[in-house]
Nanobody, 126 residues
Framework: QVQVVESGGGSVQSGGSLRLSCEASGYTYGSYYMGWFRQAPGKEREGVAAIDSDGITKYAEAAKGRFTISKDNAKNTLYLQMNSLKPEDTAMYYC????????????????????WGQGTQVTVSS
């Protein structure tokens, strides 16, 4: 049974930082696609950053230069370091995993990702 569990969310002021973690279990971690997504109230879920099974990363434009995705295969954990946070980053952040190989165009698409966590809330105040 594959499980992914997010943690690390919280409330910060604009300009602050948070590091999200996603602990995965039940599969060969290093061979999987992993990604971070977020969903704000009334909006669709959107991709933030992803890393494929070859270690290739992709970032949404809103995340470039501020967020860094990384993974520790020894700990089966995915991270999202978020710096210079803005109020518009406020959302529920989700971790996704999938055993399928993802083409570049699919890395940040929320469609078709097999495993999802329950999410961790990030709130940024101005």
């Amino acid at each position: 049974q594959v499980q992914v569990v997010e943690s690390g969310g919280g409330s910060v002021q604009s300009g602050g930082s948070l590091r999200l973690s996603c602990e995965a279990s039940g599969y060969t971690y290093g061979s999987y696609y992993m990604g971070w997504f977020r969903q704000a109230p009334g909006k669709e879920r959107e991709g933030v950053a992803a890393i494929d099974s070859d270690g290739i990363t992709k970032y949404a434009e809103a995340a470039k230069g501020r967020f860094t995705i990384s993974k520790d295969n020894a700990k089966n954990t995915l991270y999202l370091q978020m710096n210079s946070l803005k109020p518009e980053d406020t959302a529920m952040y989700y971790c996704a995993a999938d055993s399928a190989r993802m083409g570049w165009g699919r890395l940040l698409s929320a469609n078709g990702k097999r495993y999802w966590g329950q999410g961790t809330q990030v709130t940024v105040s101005s």
